[in-house]
């Protein structure tokens, strides 16, 4: 009985078709088991480099291309392409299995042939070379053969490189790119996550290669699973996920395990895949958890297109971290009546000015949140001995016992009256749980690690049993927006020698990305665990246009400048709903709001509920993240605004809180614009921010 492998350019194509033609695929395949290879009409391609390839007629001006084995049974669907195109593809491409991973692989053999000699030539009047410090054995190793070896050993340079991404085999030309970045071998290997075929590779058998290859092909069987995959061509994600994704979200871990990476490089993605499959391996009940209610929608919407079975689904419980801390609270003590904010300003100056302390009320409000609340402090022997890492004012010992009376009161305050905050709710949620052998979940997968506080991670560790695979993390310590520096360690998460990073960005392009890195200013970010996070290696999956800066003298300029480069987005194609604009302040969102509305141009406010169907959506860079935009506008990055005075610490009163304030509000920039999948703009009018004088001016 043959067998349909769908390959993801397959899909990519697919999705760009219109529906009469989508139909009328779906149409030729659903019935192609039942066929025989002959009954289905595949036809050879003449002049073909590989004579494995066929087409398919898809109607009078549409074709497929196939892979047909000559022996065995599994037909892959490369290509739907206008008749000619298909023809072209097919004559200069070439499929083989790759020695080392024992993987699919298609090349454009045309394209190689044409430009070795260019380069050869180059090459002959250089003294260096991309690859001279690299051995044959270990290309070899890596599963480069010998035609990509002869085209990477007369290569100069990495633009060169870049250039024949389009037609050397995928798996070779990252292993190339890898070297290239720096990585040695053993690291590229890791990096590309293709582990060696366990049985011998044969190179003539297609069938075994195909079914290695699930990050290409994935093989459907039946109508109804064809159909599932035609369904929704645009999220790849939910089919092909990446060697080191799939490896990472089905890997057995002895304790904790984490992903990192940058920006769009799919930790959301393999989170919810990790789920899954937790909730499939043994079920167990799964908790998927982050900082907002936002963020947790989104894991819910991911969820829900991914899985199917019911029963899964029902193990599988999405809450943010302070709905799951309040409800285990409730099942105890009922509904906590909680001080709003300004009333805790309120309580901490009242009782700053009785002590008459020489501290304003929020570096008394943060000790209390970062020392005694984060390392758990219950007394003042404890306090005058606690770890103060990351509050950069010393103190000492009389200052210590001054802020530990004010704490001492405004606890003490909290409890005479019966008030929580939503640390105390979770301070106990996690004693309650703490002290409960039969704990409420078996996992918990926790998306956008680097912004919970300590506490909350003492909730999660308290909500699972310590056992294999308890806990899954995934973060990027880039994008830290909220709280400051953890140690996962600290609180008990041990992810050491269990950690992966991904490196390839599926959002944004790699110009896009390129100078949102400027913006970090080589700060240097930690990764959660006592070490750097490195950014050696990312690379993205596709190329654009640079970003658009522009500059303006008046806010109300800088406003209509906005409307101008939507009007020009939506005259190029971009629907409404694929633009989204940000800025620092809710101020400045309604104000963009109000004058695109008054140009004509639907938008709505993010932090509305019922978004109309066709609007831009406009909304803080807080509000940004976990989502992402065709064409992204930032606005507003004046040097007022970007950072605002209010959100940064002044340096004569904490100095290393000045910095770390620093740091975030670069992030918090660095999110908003990696939104971007294809075109970012970003604006200002007067000065523009000091994140951005690098860029600005290069
Ligand atoms: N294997 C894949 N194939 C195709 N698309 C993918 C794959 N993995 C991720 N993507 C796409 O890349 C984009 C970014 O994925 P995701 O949101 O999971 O990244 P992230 O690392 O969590 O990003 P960020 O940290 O910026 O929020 C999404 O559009 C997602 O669908």
Same mark, same amino acid.
């Given at each position: 009985?043959?067998?349909?492998?769908?390959?993801?350019?397959?899909?990519?194509?697919?999705?760009?078709?219109?529906?009469?033609?989508?139909?009328?695929?779906?149409?030729?395949?659903?019935?192609?088991?039942?066929?025989?290879?002959?009954?289905?009409?595949?036809?050879?391609?003449?002049?073909?480099?590989?004579?494995?390839?066929?087409?398919?007629?898809?109607?009078?001006?549409?074709?497929?291309?196939?892979?047909?084995?000559?022996?065995?049974?599994?037909?892959?669907?490369?290509?739907?392409?206008?008749?000619?195109?298909?023809?072209?593809?097919?004559?200069?491409?070439?499929?083989?299995?790759?020695?080392?991973?024992?993987?699919?692989?298609?090349?454009?053999?045309?394209?190689?042939?044409?430009?070795?000699?260019?380069?050869?030539?180059?090459?002959?009047?250089?003294?260096?070379?991309?690859?001279?410090?690299?051995?044959?054995?270990?290309?070899?190793?890596?599963?480069?053969?010998?035609?990509?070896?002869?085209?990477?050993?007369?290569?100069?340079?990495?633009?060169?490189?870049?250039?024949?991404?389009?037609?050397?085999?995928?798996?070779?030309?990252?292993?190339?790119?890898?070297?290239?970045?720096?990585?040695?071998?053993?690291?590229?290997?890791?990096?590309?996550?293709?582990?060696?075929?366990?049985?011998?590779?044969?190179?003539?058998?297609?069938?075994?290669?195909?079914?290695?290859?699930t990050e290409?092909?994935?093989?459907?069987?039946?109508?109804?699973?064809?159909?599932?995959?035609?369904?929704?061509?645009?999220?790849?994600w939910?089919i092909y996920l990446h060697p080191v994704q799939y490896q990472?979200a089905?890997?057995?871990?002895?304790?904790?395990?984490?992903?990192?990476?940058?920006?769009?490089?799919g930790?959301?993605v393999v989170?919810?895949h990790?789920?899954?499959?937790?909730?499939?391996?043994?079920?167990?009940?799964?908790?998927?958890?982050?900082?907002?209610?936002?963020?947790?929608?989104?894991?819910?919407?991911?969820?829900?297109?991914?899985?199917?079975?019911?029963?899964?689904?029902?193990?599988?419980?999405?809450?943010?971290? !302070?709905? #799951?801390?309040?409800?285990?609270?409730? $099942? *105890?003590?009922? %509904?906590? =009546?909680?001080? /709003?904010?300004?009333?805790? &300003?309120?309580?901490?100056?009242?009782?700053?000015?009785?002590?008459?302390?020489?501290?304003?009320?929020?570096?008394?409000?943060?000790?209390?949140?970062?020392?005694?609340?984060?390392?758990?402090?219950?007394?003042?022997?404890?306090?005058?001995?606690?770890?103060?890492?990351?509050?950069?004012?010393?103190?000492?010992?009389?200052?210590?016992?001054?802020?530990?009376?004010?704490?001492?009161?405004?606890?003490?305050?909290?409890?005479?009256?019966?008030?929580?905050?939503?640390?105390?709710?979770?301070?106990?949620?996690?004693?309650?749980?703490?002290?409960?052998?039969?704990?409420?979940?078996?996992?918990?997968?926790?998306?956008?690690?680097?912004?919970?506080?300590?506490?909350?991670?003492?909730?999660?560790?308290?909500?699972?049993?310590?056992?294999?695979? !308890?806990? #899954?993390?995934?973060?990027?310590?880039? $994008? *830290?927006?909220? %709280?400051? =520096?953890?140690? /996962?360690?600290?609180?008990? &998460?041990?992810?050491?020698?269990?950690?992966?990073?991904?490196?390839?960005?599926?959002?944004?392009?790699?110009?896009?990305?390129?100078?949102?890195?400027?913006?970090?200013?080589?700060?240097?970010?930690?990764?959660?665990?006592?070490?750097?996070?490195?950014?050696?290696?990312?690379?993205?999956?596709?190329?654009?246009?640079?970003?658009?800066?522009?500059?303006?003298?008046?806010?109300?300029?800088?406003?209509?400048?906005?409307?101008?480069?939507?009007?020009?987005?939506?005259?190029?194609?971009?629907?409404?709903?694929?633009?989204?604009?940000?800025?620092?302040?809710?101020?400045?969102?309604?104000?963009?709001?109000?004058?695109?509305?008054?140009?004509?141009?639907?938008?709505?406010?993010?932090?509305?509920?019922?978004?109309?169907?066709?609007?831009?959506?406009?909304?803080?860079?807080?509000?940004?993240?976990?989502?992402?935009?065709?064409?992204?506008?930032?606005?507003?990055?004046?040097?007022?605004?970007?950072?605002?005075?209010?959100?940064?610490?002044?340096?004569?009163?904490?100095?290393?809180?000045?910095?770390?304030?620093?740091?975030?509000?670069?992030?918090?920039?660095?999110?908003?614009?990696?939104?971007?999948?294809?075109?970012?703009?970003?604006?200002?009018?007067?000065?523009?921010?000091?994140?951005?004088?690098?860029?600005?001016?290069?």
């Amino acid at each position: 009985m043959p067998r349909l492998g769908i390959d993801r350019d397959f899909l990519r194509d697919y999705a760009r078709l219109d529906r009469k033609l989508q139909d009328r695929v779906h149409e030729v395949f659903a019935k192609f088991e039942a066929a025989t290879h002959a009954g289905i009409h595949l036809e050879k391609i003449a002049n073909a480099k590989d004579d494995r390839f066929r087409s398919i007629r898809i109607d009078q001006f549409w074709r497929g291309v196939v892979l047909a084995p000559e022996s065995g049974d599994t037909f892959t669907l490369l290509k739907v392409l206008p008749h000619d195109d298909a023809y072209t593809w097919a004559q200069r491409r070439q499929a083989s299995v790759n020695a080392a991973t024992g993987r699919i692989e298609i090349r454009d053999v045309a394209a190689i042939d044409a430009t070795l000699p260019e380069l050869s030539r180059h090459a002959s009047g250089k003294t260096s070379r991309l690859f001279a410090r690299v051995s044959d054995k270990d290309l070899r190793r890596l599963g480069v053969d010998d035609q990509t070896q002869q085209f990477a050993r007369v290569l100069t340079d990495e633009l060169q490189l870049e250039a024949a991404r389009a037609f050397l085999p995928q798996h070779q030309w990252e292993a190339l790119y890898g070297l290239a970045a720096g990585m040695s071998p053993d690291e590229v290997w890791s990096a590309l996550g293709a582990p060696p075929a366990d049985e011998p590779i044969d190179p003539d058998d297609v069938d075994a290669a195909v079914e290695r290859t699930t990050e290409r092909v994935l093989l459907v069987q039946g109508s109804d699973e064809l159909l599932d995959v035609f369904r929704r061509p645009l999220d790849l994600w939910r089919i092909y996920l990446h060697p080191v994704q799939y490896q990472v979200a089905h890997a057995e871990y002895r304790g904790p395990a984490r992903v990192t990476g940058g920006p769009g490089t799919g930790k959301t993605v393999v989170a919810i895949h990790r789920a899954r499959h937790l909730a499939e391996r043994d079920g167990g009940k799964v908790l998927v958890t982050t900082f907002t209610s936002n963020l947790a929608a989104t894991l819910q919407a991911g969820l829900d297109l991914l899985v199917d079975d019911q029963h899964v689904r029902d193990r599988i419980t999405v809450q943010h971290v !302070d709905q #799951f801390a309040h409800q285990v609270f409730r $099942q *105890r003590h009922g %509904h906590p =009546r909680l001080l /709003l904010p300004a009333d805790e &300003v309120g309580r901490w100056r009242e009782i700053r000015q009785r002590l008459d302390l020489p501290f304003t009320e929020t570096f008394l409000a943060e000790e209390w949140r970062q020392v005694v609340l984060a390392h758990r402090v219950h007394d003042a022997q404890a306090y005058l001995t606690a770890k103060r890492s990351g509050r950069g004012r010393p103190l000492n010992a009389r200052q210590r016992a001054q802020l530990w009376q004010a704490v001492w009161e405004f606890q003490q305050d909290l409890r005479d009256r019966r008030m929580w905050t939503h640390e105390t709710v979770r301070a106990e949620a996690t004693d309650l749980l703490a002290g409960q052998a039969d704990k409420p979940f078996r996992h918990v997968v926790v998306d956008e690690a680097q912004d919970l506080s300590p506490d909350q991670w003492r909730l999660l560790r308290a909500a699972v049993p310590e056992a294999p695979n !308890d806990m #899954f993390v995934a973060g990027d310590t880039h $994008q *830290r927006i909220y %709280h400051h =520096r953890i140690s /996962l360690r600290d609180v008990g &998460v041990r992810v050491s020698g269990r950690s992966t990073r991904l490196t390839v960005n599926y959002r944004t392009t790699a110009e896009i990305l390129a100078w949102s890195f400027q913006i970090l200013h080589g700060e240097r970010i930690d990764n959660l665990d006592g070490d750097l996070e490195s950014v050696e290696g990312y690379r993205c999956e596709t190329h654009g246009s640079h970003p658009l800066l522009q500059s303006f003298q008046t806010r109300a300029d800088e406003l209509k400048g906005l409307s101008d480069q939507i009007q020009s987005w939506v005259s190029a194609g971009v629907q409404l709903n694929e633009i989204g604009i940000a800025a620092r302040s809710n101020g400045l969102v309604e104000a963009v709001v109000g004058e695109l509305s008054r140009s004509g141009i639907p938008a709505h406010s993010l932090s509305r509920s019922n978004p109309p169907a066709e609007a831009v959506a406009a909304g803080t860079m807080h509000r940004m993240k976990g989502l992402e935009f065709r064409c992204v506008a930032v606005v507003g990055v004046t040097a007022q605004q970007v950072p605002p005075a209010n959100a940064v610490t002044p340096a004569d009163e904490d100095q290393s809180t000045h910095l770390q304030d620093l740091q975030r509000e670069r992030c918090l920039l660095f999110v908003a614009c990696t939104r971007a999948r294809e075109q970012l703009y970003v604006s200002w009018h007067g000065v523009p921010s000091e994140f951005i004088k690098p860029a600005t001016d290069g």
